[in-house]
């Protein structure tokens, strides 16, 4: 069986990454890997969406390419877009070898790459196989943790206009974008407002669930 890769440089943290996978991944060479790794605290659950979750941030879809093709035939891909673009950080893993599925187009694939990456926000990651996936959740794992103090003034671009100057700055916290930064500007009045309103205040705006609401405290501190 393969051996998972090891991080950069050849050394591995003695902290291990926390991933908690759904109980429906049990049989895949994926769950085996990171259950035989020193890398990884493994917790094995029923989640509400994804089928990782790495470090408490990071919801991972994971697919086989010929399964990605599939549920682009019969309407689940974007039904389960819809479910991960309402979680903190969400991600679709795509694995396994890039062959042709005989039902679907080229062109219609790479359609759905674009409506995800652009409609949906969702980035898709390739890998080859189940070790280059493992290798994929401790590097995000390893990333997440990491990431401690994120910045919610970003570089580059600066809009002009005062609100939407303050729409900007709110699309740098976990999972907000321009229609819930709309939405909480419009429950709290001003960024002070958003930053200072607790978990209970924020999932009464429509689109900050409990886990997304969850997210932007823990940011804000």
Known sequence: MSQIPVTPG????????RVTADARERGS????????????????????????????????????????????????????????????????????????APAVHRHALKGALLSLATAWRLPVIFSRDAAESAWILETLGRQSRADTAPQLVRGGYRPKRLRSRRS???????????????????RFGTLRGVITAGEREL???????????AAIARVVG
């Open 203 to 213: 999932v009464q705006v429509q689109g900050c669930g409990p886990k997304r609401a």
């Open 29 to 100: 060479q994926l769950l085996q890997l990171l259950e035989q790794s020193p890398s990884f605290d493994l917790h094995i659950g029923r989640l509400r969406c994804g089928d990782y979750v790495i470090e408490n941030q990071v919801t991972v879809e994971r697919k086989r390419y010929d399964d990605f093709a599939v549920s682009l035939v019969d309407g689940r891909l974007f039904a389960q877009a819809a479910a991960l673009s309402r979680v903190p950080r969400p991600m679709i893993l795509v694995e396994g070898p890039r062959e042709p």
């Open 168 to 186: 900007f700055v709110l699309q740098g916290l976990p999972g907000v974008g321009p229609v819930l930064a709309g939405r909480l500007l419009e």
């Open 10 to 17: 050849g050394l591995r943290s003695p902290q291990r990454v």
